[in-house]
């Protein structure tokens, strides 16, 4: 089994930045592809960023492209989201995720397989 725990989530102002981390333990030479996702009150879950295995593999949604940055540090287990320039509607509980499947990154949630129990991310205007 492959667990996944987030932290660096909390309160910023717009224009601000924070790095969310995922943490992951078990047998994780399992996980292949990892992603972000987030889910706003009321909306449904969407995709943020995903990397591949080696990481040299990057995908990010439209909405944060040149502001969002996904890195992944194997050595560490460890995915990281740099967010900067945040913007109110990037508010949202942002959930890590990764695939025990070798597949390409995927912006699809049903392609993930492992979830975190979430980190809240609130940006104030």
């Known amino acids: 089994q492959v667990q996944l725990v987030e932290s660096g989530g909390g309160l910023v102002q717009a224009g601000g930045s924070l790095r969310l981390s995922c943490a992951a333990s078990g047998r994780t030479f399992s996980i292949y592809a990892m992603g972000w996702f987030r889910q706003a009150p009321g909306k449904e879950r969407e995709f943020v960023a995903a990397?591949?295995?080696?990481?040299?593999?990057?995908s990010l949604a439209d909405s944060v492209r040149g502001r969002f940055t996904i890195s992944r540090d194997n050595a560490k287990n460890t995915v990281y989201l740099q967010m900067n320039s945040l913007k109110p509607e990037d508010t949202a509980v942002y959930y890590c995720?990764?695939?025990?499947?070798?597949?390409?990154?995927?912006?699809?949630?049903?392609?993930?397989?492992?979830w975190g129990q979430g980190t809240q991310v609130t940006v104030s205007s």
């Open positions: 995720a990764a695939s025990g499947v070798p597949r390409p990154t995927s912006r699809w949630p049903g392609s993930y397989d492992r």
């Open positions: 990397t591949s295995k080696s990481g040299g593999d990057t």
